[in-house]
């Protein structure tokens, strides 16, 4: 426990560093973190453009969708946000420069993430959380939501970075039998996070189910807020979400742990 503690504080203090270090170049922070918010705006804005001709996405209107679409814009944008090096491990593999964190006295994933962080990328979380602002707003003043069940939006849009994070990490820890994992990358990572910034509703069963039963990215965001609208589940959702999540989280360490026992240096 003192041995995690103590590369829980150096990573926070690698952080740090990082951050401090992109910081000197302002200008280029404030032009990443707009790019970035912008290009990540235009999906939602394409679904809003297509809302104001069809009113409903699967029985959901667009301030409903913009609750789903900031919630996991948020997760999103902090998880690239912190988790650079996870998000690009293969080079670690294929390199071998995963020996190297094995020399360190710390847990090998704080020495991984404290090794760079992308400010820029909390352009992603930023327009997330201006869409499920002004979406929540909305919703308030029409009296679908109230202040509490906003404020449990809002933790919710936060703890849900672990869903993306935990992907990654479950991805990462592949790489230590099979070295390539981009392309699997995408289809547990990319593909389902994307599919979550809309109603599960839309999509057929078989997917709902994977989307919630085995890569459970659900509940991030559509689980609570399914029924925070009144549109199905029960009251079991909101304390369940957080349980998932998290269990989830502690699975994925688990399984990077198995990897890391099995790795085998690339000059071996």
Same mark, same amino acid.
């Given at each position: ?101 094995? #020399?360190?006295?710390? =847990?090998?994933? &704080?020495?991984? $993430?404290?090794?760079? !962080?992308? +400010?820029?990328?909390?352009? %992603? ?74 109603? #599960?509703?839309?999509? =057929?069963?078989? &997917?709902?189910? $994977?989307?919630?039963? !085995?890569? +459970?990215?659900?509940?991030? %965001? ?47």
């Amino acid at each position: 426990m003192s041995g995690f503690m103590s590369g829980l504080s150096l990573y926070l203090r690698s952080v740090q560093a990082a951050m401090r270090a992109k910081m000197q170049y302002k200008g280029d922070f404030v032009t990443g973190l707009l790019l970035y918010a912008v290009l990540s705006a235009t999906d939602f804005l394409m679904i809003a453009a297509i809302l104001t001709r069809f009113p409903r996405l699967g029985g959901w209107d667009v301030y409903e969708v913009g609750l789903l679409y900031g919630m996991a814009s948020i997760a999103t944008g902090l998880y690239r946000t912190l988790g650079a090096e996870l998000h690009a491990f293969e080079r670690y593999l294929v390199r071998g420069e995963f020996d190297a964190l094995l #020399l360190r006295p710390r =847990p090998t994933l &704080l020495t991984l $993430l404290g090794r760079n !962080v992308e +400010p820029e990328r909390l352009g %992603n979380a930023l327009q997330g959380a201006i869409i499920l602002s002004l979406c929540a707003h909305r919703l308030m003043e029409t009296g679908v939501l109230d202040a509490l069940e906003v404020a449990y939006v809002a933790a919710a849009s936060l703890f849900g970075t672990l869903v993306p994070f935990s992907l990654a990490l479950l991805t990462a820890a592949v790489g230590f039998w099979v070295v390539r994992v981009d392309e699997l990358q995408t289809f547990v990572m990319y593909a389902p996070v994307s599919a979550s910034h809309y109603p #599960l509703t839309i999509y =057929p069963g078989w &997917l709902r189910a $994977l989307l919630t039963g !085995v890569l +459970p990215v659900g509940f991030m %965001n559509f689980v609570p807020v399914q029924y925070l609208l009144g549109k199905g589940g029960g009251p079991w959702a909101l304390w369940l979400t957080p349980l998932v999540i998290a269990g989830f989280a502690l699975l994925a360490y688990g399984f990077w742990r198995l990897g890391e026992r099995h790795y085998q240096s690339t000059g071996t």
